[in-house]
């Protein structure tokens, strides 16, 4: 059984994960998950955080498209005027970017919940925090970006 978890001693995947206590007792030690399910969990938690991140921008694009679309299906006078626009009225301006600001930051708060989770269930949280960093805030802030500029330039 080269192929089990507890057979492999050169694997660096998992050297961030928290440890778990060390057992006491023999019950305690009788305990402890099978290193062959605790190496599949791992191997999932991965998977979960590269479709989190995946879903959490295919998420927000897709309402704000949605959004849009039903803000121009409805019409307005800056569509009347043949500009090539989708939000025709200043109302649709306003509520699309409410709207759409609240998608990535929910998404940007269930990432960092799920990661602190992971890490407390001594499971792999290091692809979480890969991609709380790298495409989940960057994407958030130039999202914000864009829906608080048209809430603060509406506002005016």
Same mark, same amino acid.
């Given at each position: 059984?080269?192929?089990?978890?507890?057979n492999?001693?050169?694997?660096?995947?998992?050297?961030?994960?928290?440890?778990?206590?060390?057992?006491?007792?023999?019950?305690?030690?009788?305990?402890?998950?099978?290193?062959?399910?605790?190496?599949?969990?791992?191997?999932?938690?991965?998977?979960?955080a590269? +479709?989190?991140?995946? %879903?959490? /921008?295919? @998420?927000?694009? $897709?309402?704000?498209?949605?959004?849009?679309?039903?803000?121009?299906?409805?019409?307005?006078?800056?569509?009347d005027?043949?500009?090539?626009?989708?939000?025709?009225?200043?109302?649709?301006?306003?509520?699309?970017?409410?709207?759409?600001?609240?998608?990535?930051?929910?998404? +940007?708060?269930?990432? %960092?919940? /799920?990661? @602190?989770?992971? $890490?407390?269930?001594?499971?792999?949280?290091?692809?979480?925090?890969?991609?709380?960093?790298?495409?989940?805030?960057?994407?958030?802030?130039?999202?914000?970006?864009?829906?608080?500029?048209?809430?603060?330039?509406?506002?005016?």
């Amino acid at each position: 059984m080269r192929d089990h978890p507890e057979n492999d001693l050169h694997s660096g995947a998992d050297y961030y994960n928290r440890p778990r206590p060390e057992p006491h007792s023999f019950d305690e030690l009788a305990d402890q998950p099978d290193p062959l399910v605790e190496a599949e969990r791992n191997r999932k938690s991965t998977r979960q955080a590269i +479709l989190y991140a995946a %879903a959490s /921008i295919g @998420v927000t694009a $897709l309402l704000g498209f949605l959004t849009a679309l039903v803000a121009r299906l409805q019409g307005g006078p800056l569509c009347d005027a043949g500009t090539a626009t989708w939000l025709c009225t200043r109302s649709a301006r306003m509520w699309w970017a409410a709207i759409n600001t609240v998608p990535p930051v929910v998404m +940007l708060i269930g990432c %960092a919940v /799920i990661m @602190v989770r992971k $890490l407390n269930r001594y499971e792999r949280w290091m692809p979480w925090m890969g991609v709380f960093w790298l495409p989940i805030v960057p994407f958030t802030m130039w999202w914000l970006t864009v829906t608080v500029g048209i809430l603060a330039t509406e506002s005016m």
